[in-house]
């Protein structure tokens, strides 16, 4: 019976000698697939956004190179996620063949850079990603069309939210300013959890000056917003931002 028990106990701690490492593994392979992704979203929304300034900018600015690589530094939101998990940094993407304005007036943006896939045993592993964004470059209009629409049909900038429109895009009402906070603070100061991340838990949170919502997540979706640009027109009867309109 003794026999018995010892084989039972030596198999048990084989086995266990065996799985646990393997369970590690796929854990940390997990791990770095799920940051690898994070990093190419946090890159793509950059991206769109540098795209988005490039074409309002286009009729001044023709540096096809630097101006993205400023801007797109400016936009990315996790810079301490994209310098573990990009090779070179930030300095490691390209942007070479970008085009500042096309023969049909868009601004096309390249982005070229590598992932470093950080799985256990295999560290030498990348993964190449390429974006091009397209977006019509805002060179003005021509004398009959700006004859066809009145004086006050100007171009604004609105959200997704619509709540009011702005006249312009730095306008800081556009900007959002996310502090780190405590829950416990953020709780007891009238704010309530995010739609989004607000099911996850921890004691640090973030907050905007503008919003009521506490988010756990400082890459989450709630905390950025997308911009367009629009004539006033279109905005549905909105009243203007009091920051940056008369």
């Known amino acids: 019976m003794k026999n018995n028990l010892s084989n039972n106990r030596g198999s048990v701690v084989v086995e266990a000698t065996l799985i646990i490492p393997l369970f590690l593994f796929a854990m940390l392979t997990i791990y770095a697939m799920c940051q690898c992704k994070l990093a190419e979203e946090i890159i793509y929304e950059a991206a769109a956004e540098t795209v988005e300034y490039m074409a309002e900018y286009s009729y001044i600015s023709n540096n096809t190179l630097l101006l993205p690589q400023f801007k797109m530094q400016e936009y990315i939101d996790d810079e301490e996620l994209v310098e573990k998990y990009v090779s070179g940094g930030i300095g490691g993407i390209s942007y070479l063949g970008t085009v500042s304005r096309d023969e049909e007036d868009y601004v096309v943006l390249r982005v070229n850079y590598s992932l470093k896939i950080d799985i256990p045993l295999m560290p030498n592993l990348s993964k190449k990603r390429y974006i091009v964004m397209r977006q019509r470059a805002y060179i003005g209009e021509s004398d009959d069309a700006k004859s066809e629409r009145t004086d006050n049909d100007r171009y604004v ?4 939210n619509r709540d009011v429109y702005h006249d312009s895009r730095s306008c800081t009402h556009l900007s959002l300013s996310v502090h780190t ?5 953020a709780r007891a100061n009238g704010y309530t959890p995010c739609e989004f991340c607000g099911a996850q838990s921890g004691e640090q949170v973030y907050i905007t000056d503008d919003g009521r919502r506490y988010h756990f997540n400082r890459n989450c979706s709630g905390l950025k917003r997308t911009i ?4 006033l027109s279109e905005t549905g009867g909105l009243g203007g931002c009091q920051r940056c309109t008369n």
């Open 228 to 231: 367009y640009r629009v004539r």
């Open 181 to 185: 906070s405590s829950d416990t603070y």
């Open 157 to 160: 900038y609105v959200t997704d």
